[in-house]
């Protein structure tokens, strides 16, 4: 004989369904905050590391280590924008050869150069389908990029910087999630490295004042035993 519910059962069965998907629900929003509070932990973690010292290029190496670790980045590039050109100069390379290091590419110049020219993240899982991939890093190092992403470092609507990560470890993509937690990141690195270089501006300062006095006390010295 052909089995039928009655009206309460398909009511209790619904109710059934409609309890386990708000409790399936709920256990994937617990372990979205387990993660996102994890992330952030280590996002205060790497901050502290990175705003511990007061040496520029000991900062600068700090962020984009930092960097990749954070998103578990295989090769990644910390480049500054310098000169009257805003010309983007490798600063520091991890995962490439060394032998790019403090080269210059022309404002503007692929994926980097749009983050830094147009100061918002670019995420490319693709980049061979981009139109502003630039190839020619690749050539040299015989690095094979897949995905790449660029977030630019940011002080007062300016770009003086970028960071660049290259392929993740687990050959997955990059994902949105992944711009908002380098965007954090950048955000505590500019920080970072503006108090490194004022701290470096003020030994200069420090430098020149005291050669400035010395010169001025050897001057009168000299002017006494003449009288």
């Given at each position: 004989a052909k089995s039928s519910f009655t009206t309460t059962e398909v009511r209790l069965i619904a109710a059934l369904v409609g309890q386990a998907a708000a409790a399936l629900n709920n256990a994937r929003v617990l372990e979205q905050t387990r993660v996102y509070s994890r992330h952030l932990e280590e996002l205060n973690a790497?901050?502290?590391?990175?705003?511990?010292?007061?040496?520029?290029?000991?900062?600068?190496?700090?962020?984009?280590?930092?960097?990749?670790?954070?998103?578990?980045?295989?090769?990644?590039?910390?480049?500054?924008?310098?000169?009257p050109k805003h010309e983007l100069v490798f600063r520091v390379v991890k995962?490439?050869?060394?032998?790019?290091?403090?080269?210059?590419?022309?404002a503007g110049t692929g994926i980097v150069g749009k983050a830094a020219s147009t100061r918002l993240a670019q995420i490319v899982n693709r980049v061979e389908l981009n139109e502003n991939w630039f190839q020619g890093i690749d050539a040299e190092t015989g690095l094979k990029t897949r995905s790449l992403l660029a977030v630019p470092l940011v002080k007062e609507d300016a770009s003086i910087g970028v960071l660049e990560l290259i392929n993740k470890r687990d050959a997955s993509n990059f994902h949105d999630r992944d711009v908002a937690m380098l965007?954090?990141?950048?955000?505590?690195?500019?920080?970072?490295?503006?108090?490194?270089?004022?701290?470096?501006?003020?030994?200069?300062?420090?430098?020149?004042?005291?050669?400035?006095?010395?010169?001025?006390?050897?001057?009168?010295?000299?002017?006494?035993?003449?009288?």
């Open positions: 790497i901050t502290r590391e990175i705003s511990s010292s007061l040496d520029v290029e000991t900062v600068l190496e700090r962020i984009l280590n930092s960097a990749c670790d954070l998103l578990g980045a295989v090769a990644g590039t910390l480049f500054l924008v310098e000169g995962g490439s050869k060394e032998t790019l290091l403090d080269r210059r590419l022309p965007e954090a990141f950048a955000a505590q690195a500019v920080v970072a490295l503006e108090n490194a270089r004022l701290h470096e501006h003020l030994q200069v300062r420090n430098r020149e004042l005291h050669e400035a006095m010395s010169e001025l006390q050897e001057t009168q010295e000299q002017l006494i035993q003449k009288e």
